[in-house]
Structure formats: structure tokens, C-alpha cells
């Protein structure tokens, strides 16, 4: 069973999703999980501070991932499918993350705001390290765009139809490999 934290965490994403981070309130967050909104400030000093958690919990455990990916490969097209199946599970299993990622970032300080994004640069500079190792002659620059849009079309999922899951997922995975080798 999940922390309580880990679930004032989920419900906050998903009605920062649902309803935008300025239009939910600390005692909505704590009735979707079951407890008064003040019950909230054990575990969070404020509706800021968890969504810096939130976002930085996230891009954690994305780069964690995408090591661990990298680091159980036999070789960097394995790593670069890795990494895409793994992006493809976050978006699909997560989406409302990423719309408040998408969305909301910008409510954190400059301090939060800058370990989220180096933590997505480090993340980024995982998959473009694997893109170098498969394509040894082309220029970062352009292995850092082809990485960002490929992620980008995964993190797209949120705001497009949904098709079942089990056509969904293995499209995304096409596409993302397809933009991948573009380069």
C-alpha cells in the first residue's frame, strides 16, 4: 500500500491536472484522499513545497530509470528501446504528471524550478549519450533535438485520443524509435 504521502502526492497530480494547481486547494487535495486539508502539513509545509516534491520525485525517478536502462543494455540500440518502453510505461501509466509538469512548473521557486530542470537535462543527456554511441558522426545538437522530440511525441499521450492501451503503447514505441532514427 501506498505512503501517505505517495497518495497526497497521486491525488494532487491528478487534480492539478484536472483542475489546474491555482484552482485546487489544500483541503480538496486532502478530501481526495481522505483526511482534512490541514492533515495535509504533516507531510508537505504547503501546496508549493509538494508540488516541488512532485516534480522532483518524478524526475528522479526518470533518471534513475534511464541509467538503469542504459546500464542493463547490451548495446545502445537496446539502450535506446529501453529508454523509449520506459518513457512510453511513464507516459501511459502517469499522464497526469506530465500535464502538471507541462502546465504547472512554473509556480515553483527558482531554487525547486532549477533542480527540476536539471534533473530533465540529466535525464535528457542519458538518452543523447546512448544517440552518440549509436550515431558516433552526428553533432550533439542535433541528437539532443531528435532525443527531446521523440520524448516529446511520447509525452504528447495526455492530450490526444485514446486508442487501447494495447494498440497505444506499441505505436508510441514505433514512432519515438522512427523520430529516434531520423537523425
Given amino acids: 500500500m501506498a505512503s501517505r504521502a505517495d497518495q497526497i502526492l497521486h491525488a494532487a497530480a491528478r487534480l492539478f491536472a484536472e483542475r489546474g494547481y491555482g484552482a485546487t486547494g489544500i483541503d480538496d487535495i486532502g478530501a481526495a484522499v481522505g483526511v482534512s486539508g490541514p492533515a495535509i502539513y504533516w507531510h508537505f509545509p504547503g501546496k508549493q513545497a509538494l508540488l516541488a516534491a512532485m516534480l522532483t520525485d518524478v524526475s528522479e525517478r526518470l533518471l534513475a530509470g534511464g541509467r538503469e536502462c542504459v546500464a542493463q543494455a547490451a548495446d545502445p540500440a537496446a539502450a535506446l528501446d529501453a529508454l523509449v518502453r520506459m518513457q512510453v ?18 509556480h515553483l521557486d527558482t531554487e525547486q524550478a ?17 544517440m552518440q554511441q549509436a550515431n ?3 553533432k550533439r545538437p542535433r541528437l539532443v533535438a531528435a532525443v527531446q522530440a521523440a520524448i516529446g ?31
Fill in 114 to 130: 532549477h533542480r527540476v530542470r536539471s534533473l530533465q537535462r540529466q535525464y535528457v543527456d542519458v538518452w543523447v549519450d546512448a
Fill in 89 to 106: 510505461e511513464f507516459a501511459l501509466e502517469e499522464p497526469d504528471l506530465i500535464v502538471v509538469h507541462a502546465r504547472e512548473l512554473h
Fill in 153 to 183: 511525441l511520447v509525452n504528447s499521450t495526455p492530450y490526444v485520443s485514446r486508442l487501447p492501451r494495447k494498440s497505444l503503447e506499441p505505436l508510441l514505441h514505433d514512432m519515438a524509435i522512427a523520430a529516434l532514427a531520423a537523425v
Fill in 136 to 138: 558516433p558522426r552526428v
